[in-house]
């Protein structure tokens, strides 16, 4: 009997330190474009989170997907999760680099405080450099901003990494605010990246 109640108690300690079952997220379908629900950046699974699309004008321009290590629904809870993320953009209409890599800049202008900006300056035009190896970017063409700890940012368009690492979290944080951020240029969009992912199974 007293084995019986030792067994239990040592199964019920067992359970209090095992890691929790990731949630089960969909996949999202986004102007005829899949998000997949699950993904791994490096080794570190991450969970899909939101995904719409940025339209000007009324024109779809491309279509996005936030990926985070766990579900969120605030843009500061973002920036205090722990681990690696990713932002997928997906081309659906022909862009031209010069405008797209403008509206990034306004984007971060207006949803970073004066003094961070300040703090990322080097980071920023590491950033400028990288993004000005984009060409006129075509229907289906995908680029992605991978945030890795102790690693930095990487920048891939069509599966090639484009320049090296910008490290500094502050910069990947600054990033991710053009689509998140109270100013951002996309409202309906930023709600649907806070989605804090679709259903659940």
């Known amino acids: 009997m007293q084995n019986d109640k030792k067994n239990g108690w040592?199964?019920?300690i067992k359970n209090w330190f095992k890691p929790e079952d990731p949630p089960v997220v969909e996949d999202i379908v986004v102007a005829d474009h899949t998000f997949v629900g699950h993904i791994k950046v490096?080794?570190?699974?991450?969970?899909?989170?939101?995904?719409?699309?940025?339209?000007v004008a009324g024109k779809a321009v491309y279509a996005v997907a936030l990926y985070l290590p766990r579900l969120a629904k605030r843009a500061d809870t973002i920036n205090a999760l722990i681990g690696p993320r990713r932002v997928e953009l997906v081309i659906l209409d022909?862009?031209?680099a010069?405008?797209?890599v403008e509206s990034l800049r306004y984007g971060i202008?207006?949803?970073?405080n004066e003094t961070a900006k300040e703090f990322i300056k080097k980071e920023l035009a590491e950033l400028e450099e990288v993004m000005?190896?984009?060409t006129n970017m075509?229907?289906?063409?995908?680029?992605e901003f991978d945030w890795i700890p102790k690693r930095g940012t990487f920048i891939t368009y069509n599966d090639e990494v484009l320049g090296?690492?910008?490290?500094g979290k502050a910069l990947n944080d600054a990033v991710v605010s053009i689509w998140t951020g109270l100013q951002t240029l996309d409202e309906p969009l930023r709600e649907a990246l806070l989605a804090g992912g679709p259903k659940e199974a």
């Open 138 to 143: 075509l229907p289906g063409d995908v680029i």
């Open 10 to 12: 040592y199964s019920e």
């Open 109 to 112: 202008q207006c949803n970073t």
């Open 94 to 96: 022909h862009l031209n």
């Open 42 to 55: 490096g080794a570190s699974p991450l969970l899909l989170n939101g995904a719409g699309v940025r339209t």
């Open 164 to 167: 090296t690492p910008i490290r």
């Open 98 to 100: 010069t405008d797209f």
């Open 132 to 134: 000005a190896e984009l």
